[in-house]
């Protein structure tokens, strides 16, 4: 049985909301910290949660939450620069993928607007304006200062502060830096693309000089993503530097030679509608997760670049479980058993989006042994083998037992 009573949470992107509605199911009151003063409305580019995101939401009762905003994806049609189809992954009518959610494509800032609305209502508390900057331990608690000069007590504080976390930084001064994967991203909504429907399913192209994205809804509308090589690392605030524009006529140079619409979905683009996300990075393996009253959870913990297309599915799955185990056990040997349950699975679905992001990153000559190789590879990707991304779920009302600790 649990002696937490109380938790800081701070982070109000995914994982952070998540956590807090999850930490209430486990009899835990929670308040969340956002830097930022106003909410994240219509920032962020488009992320898709995976039927693992959704069912891990479930325990919660927020996955219905995700599908009334998201716009499902039945399919993924993964093309070479000649259109030709290299493979293609759908949902399945049996095997270990039956019976799962569809994975929905959302817009970050919608499902932001979606979770917020949801915690409000279950009286969640999100502070905006709530900057961390510093943290003191105690015997019997941990104190959050906040740039703004304020304090937060609370019996233990929960970093949901993305992939600059400041908490990680804090409880481990050594730890890691975000690694640049050598692409920048790009993406964008298109009301009446002119193009045919793409039938739920997602394109994945791997272009000649870009990777394109892209999804049209049978109404016309559509949307894209481009990750596009670039040697040098450069930040969202860098890149917004260049006028959109520009972005615009730079990224549809890169599909001239490509037989797919890349050229026309870029081109009927409105240049206010574009979204930069700024360089792909991760973190392979972020040493300290947790010490004394704090641990990390979401991208604080395991950043994955956004080729994992699981970024906020492990965040939501993060801050669910490590709920479940202070619901069970005392702080620190909750944070990690937390942390036996996923370390592992996390850092493998980092070191898949890495090997993907190598593909995309591909020059002249690597691109050639990967148009090769990719549908050789395509056709041994059978759907069973994607299950232990998939089909993950959080059994919730399994006790979780202190011997798990031992295994972590
Ligand atoms: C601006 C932005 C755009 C993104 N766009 C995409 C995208 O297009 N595609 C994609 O796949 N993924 C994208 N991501 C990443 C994706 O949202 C994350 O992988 C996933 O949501 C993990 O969620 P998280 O809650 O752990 O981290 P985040 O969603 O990054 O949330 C962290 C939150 O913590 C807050 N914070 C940071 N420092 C402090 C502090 N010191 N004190 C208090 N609060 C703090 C931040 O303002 C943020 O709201 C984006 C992330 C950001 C921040």
Redesign the pocket.
């Known amino acids: 049985m649990t002696s937490t009573r109380t938790a800081l949470v701070?982070?109000?992107?995914?994982?952070?909301p998540?956590a807090a509605m999850a930490l209430r199911k486990a009899g835990i009151d929670a308040t969340v910290?956002?830097?930022?003063a106003q909410t994240?409305d219509g920032?962020?580019?488009?992320?898709?949660i995976a039927p693992n995101g959704q069912l891990a939401l479930d325990v919660i009762d927020a996955g219905e939450i995700v599908r009334a905003v998201g716009v499902p994806m039945r399919g993924m049609v993964m093309q070479s620069w000649t259109g030709k189809v290299l493979g293609e992954f759908g949902s399945a009518d049996s095997g270990p993928l039956a019976d799962l959610p569809d994975m929905q494509l959302v817009w970050?800032g919608d499902?932001?607007a979606a979770l917020y609305a949801e915690a409000a209502r279950r009286g969640i508390r999100i502070e905006h304006g709530?900057?961390?900057?510093g943290l003191t331990e105690t015997a019997d608690g941990v104190t959050a200062r906040?740039?703004d000069g304020t304090t937060a007590t609370a019996d233990i504080l929960i970093g949901?502060?993305?992939?600059?976390?400041?908490?990680r930084g804090l409880i481990d001064p050594a730890a890691p830096s975000p690694r640049y994967a050598g692409l920048l991203?790009f993406?964008a909504q298109v009301a009446a693309t002119g193009l045919p429907s793409t039938q739920d399913k997602m394109h994945m192209v791997f272009g000649k000089r870009a990777f394109f994205g892209y999804q049209v809804s049978d109404d016309g509308d559509g949307g894209w993503?481009v990750n596009l090589p670039h040697k040098e690392p450069m930040s969202?605030t860098e890149a917004m530097r260049v006028p959109n524009d520009e972005w615009l006529r730079r990224l549809a140079a890169q599909f001239t030679e490509d037989r797919v619409p890349a050229r026309e979905m870029i081109g009927r683009t409105r240049p206010e509608d574009l979204?930069i996300?700024?360089g792909l990075e991760d973190i392979p393996h972020v040493p300290v997760w947790h010490r004394g009253r704090v641990c990390l959870?979401?991208?604080?913990?395991h950043?994955?670049?956004?080729s994992?297309?699981q970024?906020?599915s492990?965040?939501v799955e993060?801050g669910v479980e490590l709920a479940r185990c202070l619901r069970d056990l005392p702080y620190d040997q909750a944070f990690a058993a937390y942390e036996g349950q996923r370390r592992a699975r996390v850092e493998r679905v980092i070191a898949m989006a890495a090997r993907t992001n190598s593909d995309k990153a591909a020059g002249p000559v690597a691109r050639v042994i990967r148009d090769l190789v990719m549908p050789v590879a395509m056709k041994m990707m059978k759907p069973e083998k994607m299950a232990w991304q998939f089909a993950y779920r959080i059994d919730w009302d399994a006790p979780v037992r202190p011997e798990l600790v031992a295994a972590a």
Do not use: K, W
């Open positions: 701070i982070g109000g992107g995914i994982a952070g998540v910290f956002e830097a930022y994240a920032v962020g580019g488009a992320l898709s970050r499902l932001y709530r900057r961390l900057v906040f740039a949901a502060d993305g992939i600059r976390s400041a908490v991203g993406g993503f969202r979204v996300t700024g959870i979401g991208d604080a913990a950043p994955t670049s956004p994992s297309g970024g906020a492990l965040a993060s």
